[in-house]
Protein backbone atom coordinates (compact mmCIF):
# COMPACT_ATOMS: atom_id res chain seq x y z
CA UNK A 1 0.00 0.00 0.00
CA UNK A 2 3.33 2.57 0.50
CA UNK A 3 4.79 1.69 -2.04
CA UNK A 4 1.63 1.91 -4.34
CA UNK A 5 0.96 5.18 -2.71
CA UNK A 6 4.38 6.50 -3.20
CA UNK A 7 4.59 5.64 -6.43
CA UNK A 8 1.46 7.59 -7.30
CA UNK A 9 2.54 10.66 -5.87
CA UNK A 10 5.92 10.65 -7.85
CA UNK A 11 3.69 9.87 -10.93
CA UNK A 12 1.51 13.06 -10.08
CA UNK A 13 4.44 15.15 -9.09
CA UNK A 14 5.71 14.37 -12.74
CA UNK A 15 2.83 15.19 -13.82
CA UNK A 16 2.84 18.58 -11.54
CA UNK A 17 6.16 19.82 -13.09
CA UNK A 18 5.23 19.01 -16.34
CA UNK A 19 2.01 21.20 -16.05
CA UNK A 20 4.48 24.21 -14.31
CA UNK A 21 6.71 24.21 -17.52
CA UNK A 22 3.69 24.11 -19.51
CA UNK A 23 0.08 25.48 -18.09
CA UNK A 24 -1.72 25.63 -21.25
CA UNK A 25 -0.66 21.55 -22.24
CA UNK A 26 -2.63 19.92 -24.50
CA UNK A 27 -4.96 18.09 -21.66
CA UNK A 28 -6.38 21.84 -20.55
CA UNK A 29 -7.45 22.47 -24.28
CA UNK A 30 -9.26 18.95 -24.23
CA UNK A 31 -10.78 19.51 -20.74
CA UNK A 32 -13.88 21.57 -22.16
CA UNK A 33 -15.41 18.70 -24.33
CA UNK A 34 -14.34 16.28 -21.74
CA UNK A 35 -16.80 18.66 -19.55
CA UNK A 36 -20.76 18.14 -20.19
CA UNK A 37 -20.64 21.87 -20.12
CA UNK A 38 -21.15 25.20 -22.11
CA UNK A 39 -22.07 28.96 -21.54
CA UNK A 40 -25.79 27.45 -23.04
CA UNK A 41 -25.71 24.94 -20.35
CA UNK A 42 -24.69 27.74 -17.91
CA UNK A 43 -27.54 30.30 -18.91
CA UNK A 44 -30.37 27.71 -18.87
CA UNK A 45 -29.20 26.72 -15.23
CA UNK A 46 -29.12 30.17 -14.25
CA UNK A 47 -32.47 30.79 -15.58
CA UNK A 48 -33.77 28.22 -13.61
CA UNK A 49 -32.56 29.32 -10.40
CA UNK A 50 -33.91 32.97 -11.57
CA UNK A 51 -37.45 31.91 -11.96
CA UNK A 52 -38.02 31.81 -7.88
CA UNK A 53 -37.90 35.73 -8.11
CA UNK A 54 -40.82 37.47 -8.25
CA UNK A 55 -40.56 41.28 -9.11
CA UNK A 56 -39.27 42.10 -12.80
CA UNK A 57 -35.50 42.91 -13.08
CA UNK A 58 -33.53 43.70 -16.46
CA UNK A 59 -30.73 41.62 -17.27
CA UNK A 60 -27.65 42.77 -19.55
CA UNK A 61 -24.18 42.27 -20.37
CA UNK A 62 -22.58 45.70 -19.32
CA UNK A 63 -19.45 46.65 -21.45
CA UNK A 64 -16.32 47.72 -20.47
CA UNK A 65 -12.66 48.12 -21.83
CA UNK A 66 -10.80 45.36 -23.50
CA UNK A 67 -14.19 43.60 -24.93
CA UNK A 68 -15.11 42.34 -21.32
CA UNK A 69 -18.03 42.62 -20.29
CA UNK A 70 -19.96 41.88 -17.01
CA UNK A 71 -22.95 39.99 -16.52
CA UNK A 72 -25.99 41.50 -14.59
CA UNK A 73 -29.11 41.95 -13.04
CA UNK A 74 -30.70 45.43 -11.87
CA UNK A 75 -34.00 45.97 -10.27
CA UNK A 76 -35.78 48.99 -10.04
CA UNK A 77 -38.03 51.06 -7.68
CA UNK A 78 -41.06 51.11 -10.31
CA UNK A 79 -44.01 49.66 -8.43
CA UNK A 80 -45.18 46.17 -9.72
CA UNK A 81 -47.67 45.64 -11.98
CA UNK A 82 -51.60 46.11 -10.43
CA UNK A 83 -49.58 47.25 -7.32
CA UNK A 84 -51.86 50.04 -4.87
CA UNK A 85 -51.01 53.94 -5.68
CA UNK A 86 -48.78 54.72 -2.71
CA UNK A 87 -46.55 58.36 -1.80
CA UNK A 88 -43.00 57.75 -3.71
CA UNK A 89 -40.28 55.38 -1.93
CA UNK A 90 -37.83 57.69 -0.42
CA UNK A 91 -34.58 58.06 -2.39
CA UNK A 92 -32.00 55.23 -1.83
CA UNK A 93 -28.50 54.42 -2.71
CA UNK A 94 -28.35 51.55 -4.76
CA UNK A 95 -27.21 48.02 -3.11
CA UNK A 96 -24.66 46.55 -5.03
CA UNK A 97 -24.36 42.94 -4.39
CA UNK A 98 -21.01 41.03 -5.35
CA UNK A 99 -20.95 37.12 -4.84
CA UNK A 100 -17.78 34.82 -3.52
CA UNK A 101 -15.21 32.83 -5.12
CA UNK A 102 -17.22 29.75 -7.25
CA UNK A 103 -20.61 32.00 -7.15
CA UNK A 104 -22.76 33.42 -9.26
CA UNK A 105 -25.61 36.55 -9.54
CA UNK A 106 -28.40 33.57 -8.79
CA UNK A 107 -27.59 32.68 -5.66
CA UNK A 108 -28.95 35.71 -3.89
CA UNK A 109 -32.58 34.06 -5.58
CA UNK A 110 -33.72 34.01 -1.57
CA UNK A 111 -32.84 37.64 -1.42
CA UNK A 112 -33.70 39.23 -4.03
CA UNK A 113 -37.34 40.41 -4.01
CA UNK A 114 -36.87 41.20 -0.45
CA UNK A 115 -33.60 43.59 -0.92
CA UNK A 116 -35.20 45.15 -4.07
CA UNK A 117 -38.84 46.09 -2.29
CA UNK A 118 -37.18 49.78 -0.98
CA UNK A 119 -34.85 50.75 -3.58
CA UNK A 120 -32.89 49.30 -6.22
CA UNK A 121 -30.29 46.42 -6.54
CA UNK A 122 -27.78 45.46 -8.74
CA UNK A 123 -26.35 41.86 -8.54
CA UNK A 124 -23.22 41.23 -10.78
CA UNK A 125 -21.26 37.95 -11.69
CA UNK A 126 -17.84 39.06 -11.07
CA UNK A 127 -15.14 39.48 -14.45
CA UNK A 128 -13.84 35.66 -14.77
CA UNK A 129 -16.73 34.39 -13.43
CA UNK A 130 -20.45 33.16 -14.16
CA UNK A 131 -21.77 34.82 -17.34
CA UNK A 132 -19.21 38.12 -17.71
CA UNK A 133 -16.14 37.46 -19.62
CA UNK A 134 -13.38 35.60 -18.63
CA UNK A 135 -9.85 37.08 -19.57
CA UNK A 136 -6.68 36.55 -18.89
CA UNK A 137 -5.61 37.72 -15.24
CA UNK A 138 -1.98 39.12 -14.09
CA UNK A 139 -0.34 36.58 -12.37
CA UNK A 140 0.98 39.71 -10.20
CA UNK A 141 -1.74 39.41 -7.06
CA UNK A 142 -2.05 42.83 -6.79
CA UNK A 143 -2.18 43.32 -10.91
CA UNK A 144 -5.03 40.69 -9.74
CA UNK A 145 -7.03 42.51 -7.42
CA UNK A 146 -6.80 45.62 -9.88
CA UNK A 147 -8.31 44.33 -12.70
CA UNK A 148 -10.68 43.18 -10.44
CA UNK A 149 -11.61 46.56 -9.30
CA UNK A 150 -11.07 48.27 -12.57
CA UNK A 151 -13.71 46.38 -13.84
CA UNK A 152 -16.02 46.53 -11.30
CA UNK A 153 -15.50 50.89 -11.65
CA UNK A 154 -15.96 50.79 -15.40
CA UNK A 155 -19.14 48.85 -14.44
CA UNK A 156 -20.09 51.32 -12.63
CA UNK A 157 -19.56 54.62 -14.97
CA UNK A 158 -21.46 52.46 -18.16
CA UNK A 159 -24.45 51.64 -15.16
CA UNK A 160 -24.45 55.48 -14.50
CA UNK A 161 -24.16 55.01 -10.56
CA UNK A 162 -22.94 58.80 -8.69
CA UNK A 163 -22.48 56.21 -5.09
CA UNK A 164 -23.90 52.76 -4.04
CA UNK A 165 -23.71 50.74 -0.73
CA UNK A 166 -21.53 47.73 -1.64
CA UNK A 167 -22.06 44.48 -0.49
CA UNK A 168 -19.61 41.38 -1.25
CA UNK A 169 -19.50 38.06 0.35
CA UNK A 170 -16.59 35.64 0.92
CA UNK A 171 -14.16 36.91 -2.24
CA UNK A 172 -16.51 39.56 -3.22
CA UNK A 173 -16.01 41.30 0.26
CA UNK A 174 -12.27 41.38 -0.47
CA UNK A 175 -12.85 42.93 -3.53
CA UNK A 176 -15.45 45.11 -2.33
CA UNK A 177 -13.23 46.49 0.58
CA UNK A 178 -10.35 46.71 -2.56
CA UNK A 179 -12.79 49.12 -4.70
CA UNK A 180 -13.65 51.14 -1.46
CA UNK A 181 -10.07 51.63 -0.86
CA UNK A 182 -9.62 52.87 -4.09
CA UNK A 183 -12.74 54.56 -5.34
CA UNK A 184 -14.37 55.86 -1.81
CA UNK A 185 -16.06 58.68 -2.64
CA UNK A 186 -18.40 56.14 -4.75
CA UNK A 187 -19.21 53.90 -1.72
CA UNK A 188 -22.10 55.07 0.66
CA UNK A 189 -22.00 51.78 3.15
CA UNK A 190 -19.27 48.96 3.11
CA UNK A 191 -21.38 45.83 3.76
CA UNK A 192 -18.55 42.81 4.43
CA UNK A 193 -20.47 39.02 4.26
CA UNK A 194 -18.58 36.07 5.36
CA UNK A 195 -15.23 37.68 3.93
CA UNK A 196 -12.68 36.27 2.81
CA UNK A 197 -8.72 37.09 2.69
CA UNK A 198 -8.47 39.37 5.66
CA UNK A 199 -6.35 37.87 8.44
CA UNK A 200 -2.64 37.34 7.53
CA UNK A 201 -1.28 33.49 7.30
CA UNK A 202 0.24 33.01 10.95
CA UNK A 203 3.69 32.12 11.20
CA UNK A 204 3.57 28.29 12.00
CA UNK A 205 6.99 27.21 13.64
CA UNK A 206 5.76 24.11 13.72
CA UNK A 207 5.51 23.44 9.97
CA UNK A 208 7.16 19.99 10.02
CA UNK A 209 4.13 19.12 12.58
CA UNK A 210 1.72 19.22 9.60
CA UNK A 211 1.25 15.89 7.99
CA UNK A 212 3.59 14.47 5.73
CA UNK A 213 0.82 13.63 3.10
CA UNK A 214 -0.66 16.86 3.21
CA UNK A 215 2.50 19.17 2.86
CA UNK A 216 3.03 16.03 -0.05
CA UNK A 217 -0.47 16.54 -1.53
CA UNK A 218 -0.15 20.34 -1.18
CA UNK A 219 3.13 20.45 -3.11
CA UNK A 220 1.30 18.55 -5.92
CA UNK A 221 -1.75 19.97 -6.50
CA UNK A 222 -0.05 23.46 -6.24
CA UNK A 223 0.26 24.12 -9.90
CA UNK A 224 -3.84 23.78 -10.25
CA UNK A 225 -6.32 25.77 -9.89
CA UNK A 226 -8.85 25.05 -6.46
CA UNK A 227 -11.63 23.30 -8.82
CA UNK A 228 -9.43 21.82 -11.04
CA UNK A 229 -10.93 18.40 -9.88
CA UNK A 230 -14.44 19.14 -10.68
CA UNK A 231 -13.17 19.60 -14.78
CA UNK A 232 -11.07 16.72 -14.48
CA UNK A 233 -14.10 14.46 -12.78
CA UNK A 234 -15.46 15.26 -16.43
CA UNK A 235 -19.13 13.62 -16.91
CA UNK A 236 -18.98 12.64 -12.92
CA UNK A 237 -18.71 16.11 -12.16
CA UNK A 238 -22.54 17.13 -11.72
CA UNK A 239 -22.80 14.06 -9.25
CA UNK A 240 -19.62 15.54 -7.45
CA UNK A 241 -20.87 18.37 -6.95
CA UNK A 242 -24.24 17.09 -5.67
CA UNK A 243 -22.23 14.67 -3.48
CA UNK A 244 -20.04 17.15 -1.90
CA UNK A 245 -21.83 19.77 -1.56
CA UNK A 246 -25.30 18.31 -1.17
CA UNK A 247 -25.57 20.75 2.14
CA UNK A 248 -26.96 23.51 -1.09
CA UNK A 249 -29.82 21.35 -1.88
CA UNK A 250 -31.02 21.87 2.09
CA UNK A 251 -29.82 25.59 1.50
CA UNK A 252 -32.01 26.28 -1.08
CA UNK A 253 -35.18 23.65 -0.02
CA UNK A 254 -37.85 26.47 0.32
CA UNK A 255 -37.29 27.34 -3.59
CA UNK A 256 -36.06 24.38 -5.22
CA UNK A 257 -36.57 20.65 -4.67
CA UNK A 258 -34.11 19.00 -7.10
CA UNK A 259 -30.78 19.46 -8.08
CA UNK A 260 -31.49 22.81 -9.71
CA UNK A 261 -28.77 24.63 -7.13
CA UNK A 262 -25.95 21.74 -7.66
CA UNK A 263 -26.44 22.22 -11.41
CA UNK A 264 -25.96 25.78 -10.88
CA UNK A 265 -22.87 25.56 -9.41
CA UNK A 266 -21.67 22.89 -11.57
CA UNK A 267 -21.92 24.98 -14.66
CA UNK A 268 -20.66 28.33 -13.05
CA UNK A 269 -17.25 26.37 -12.11
CA UNK A 270 -16.76 23.55 -14.92
CA UNK A 271 -16.25 26.37 -17.78
CA UNK A 272 -12.99 27.48 -18.47
CA UNK A 273 -11.17 28.96 -15.53
CA UNK A 274 -10.66 32.56 -15.43
CA UNK A 275 -11.40 34.36 -12.18
CA UNK A 276 -10.45 31.52 -10.17
CA UNK A 277 -7.08 31.53 -11.96
CA UNK A 278 -6.81 34.94 -10.78
CA UNK A 279 -7.88 33.90 -7.09
CA UNK A 280 -5.32 31.19 -7.38
CA UNK A 281 -2.66 33.98 -8.15
CA UNK A 282 -3.70 36.06 -4.86
CA UNK A 283 -3.70 32.79 -2.26
CA UNK A 284 -0.73 31.07 -0.04
CA UNK A 285 -1.23 27.74 0.69
CA UNK A 286 -3.99 26.97 2.34
CA UNK A 287 -6.21 29.95 0.90
CA UNK A 288 -4.50 32.65 2.99
CA UNK A 289 -4.03 36.26 0.96
CA UNK A 290 -0.96 37.32 -0.45
CA UNK A 291 -2.51 40.57 0.70
CA UNK A 292 -4.33 40.48 3.51
CA UNK A 293 -6.78 43.25 4.19
CA UNK A 294 -6.67 43.28 7.71
CA UNK A 295 -3.25 45.03 7.16
CA UNK A 296 -5.30 47.86 4.56
CA UNK A 297 -8.55 48.22 6.03
CA UNK A 298 -8.08 50.26 8.55
CA UNK A 299 -7.35 52.87 5.75
CA UNK A 300 -10.83 53.46 4.33
CA UNK A 301 -12.33 56.77 4.65
CA UNK A 302 -13.33 57.37 8.50
CA UNK A 303 -16.81 58.69 6.82
CA UNK A 304 -17.46 55.14 5.17
CA UNK A 305 -19.83 53.18 7.29
CA UNK A 306 -18.66 49.40 7.91
CA UNK A 307 -20.65 46.90 8.63
CA UNK A 308 -19.66 43.25 8.97
CA UNK A 309 -22.25 40.34 8.48
CA UNK A 310 -20.83 36.52 9.79
CA UNK A 311 -22.68 33.34 10.57
CA UNK A 312 -22.78 31.59 13.60
CA UNK A 313 -21.62 28.05 12.61
CA UNK A 314 -19.38 29.48 9.83
CA UNK A 315 -15.78 28.50 9.24
CA UNK A 316 -14.85 31.83 8.97
CA UNK A 317 -14.49 33.75 12.68
CA UNK A 318 -15.23 36.50 12.90
CA UNK A 319 -12.12 38.13 14.40
CA UNK A 320 -11.26 40.26 11.82
CA UNK A 321 -14.11 42.36 12.21
CA UNK A 322 -13.89 42.39 16.16
CA UNK A 323 -10.04 43.55 15.53
CA UNK A 324 -11.20 46.39 13.02
CA UNK A 325 -14.03 47.32 15.22
CA UNK A 326 -10.96 48.24 17.72
CA UNK A 327 -9.80 51.23 15.89
CA UNK A 328 -13.19 51.92 14.02
CA UNK A 329 -15.59 51.71 17.29
CA UNK A 330 -18.24 52.62 14.62
CA UNK A 331 -18.23 49.35 12.77
CA UNK A 332 -21.02 47.38 13.03
CA UNK A 333 -21.00 43.94 13.50
CA UNK A 334 -24.23 41.25 13.38
CA UNK A 335 -23.73 37.73 14.07
CA UNK A 336 -26.55 34.86 12.77
CA UNK A 337 -27.64 32.75 14.23
CA UNK A 338 -28.06 29.61 12.92
CA UNK A 339 -26.28 30.02 9.61
CA UNK A 340 -23.11 28.95 8.04
CA UNK A 341 -20.39 30.67 6.00
CA UNK A 342 -23.13 31.13 2.98
CA UNK A 343 -25.34 33.04 5.37
CA UNK A 344 -27.38 34.42 3.14
CA UNK A 345 -28.58 30.64 2.09
CA UNK A 346 -28.46 29.43 5.11
CA UNK A 347 -30.53 32.24 7.14
CA UNK A 348 -32.44 34.15 4.23
CA UNK A 349 -34.75 35.89 6.39
CA UNK A 350 -32.58 36.79 8.94
CA UNK A 351 -30.40 38.54 6.35
CA UNK A 352 -32.63 39.97 4.30
CA UNK A 353 -33.58 41.93 7.37
CA UNK A 354 -29.98 42.78 8.57
CA UNK A 355 -29.59 44.26 5.37
CA UNK A 356 -32.69 46.43 5.34
CA UNK A 357 -31.50 47.42 8.60
CA UNK A 358 -28.29 48.69 7.20
CA UNK A 359 -29.98 50.28 4.42
CA UNK A 360 -32.13 51.80 6.17
CA UNK A 361 -29.32 53.61 8.51
CA UNK A 362 -27.86 54.42 5.76
CA UNK A 363 -30.47 56.56 3.97
CA UNK A 364 -31.23 58.49 7.51
CA UNK A 365 -27.84 59.68 6.93
CA UNK A 366 -28.30 60.70 3.60
CA UNK A 367 -28.63 64.51 2.77
CA UNK A 368 -32.15 65.66 2.05
Not at 178 to 204: C, D, I, M, S
Not at 306 to 315: P, Q
Not at 345 to 355: C, E, I, L, R, S
Amino acid sequence: MIVCFCLSLHVLCVFSRACRLNRRSWILSWLPSWCPTSPSHLKDAEEKMLKSVNRPFSRQHVRISNGDYLWTLAFSTRPQAGSPPGPPAPHRSPLVLLHGFGGGLALWAQNLDCLSSSGPVYALDLLGFGRSSRPQFSADPEGAEGQFVEALEEWREKVGLEEMVLLGHNLGGYLSAAYTLKYPQRVKHLVLVEPWGFPARAENPNHHSIPVWIRAMGAVMSPFNPLAGLRLAGPLGPMLVQTIRSDFKQKYSSVFEDNTVSDYIYHLNAQTPSGETAFTNMTIPYGWAKRPMLERIGQVQAHIPVSFIYGSRSSIDSHSGYAFKKTRPDVQITVIRGAGHYVFADQPDDFNQTVLRILAGTQEKMPR
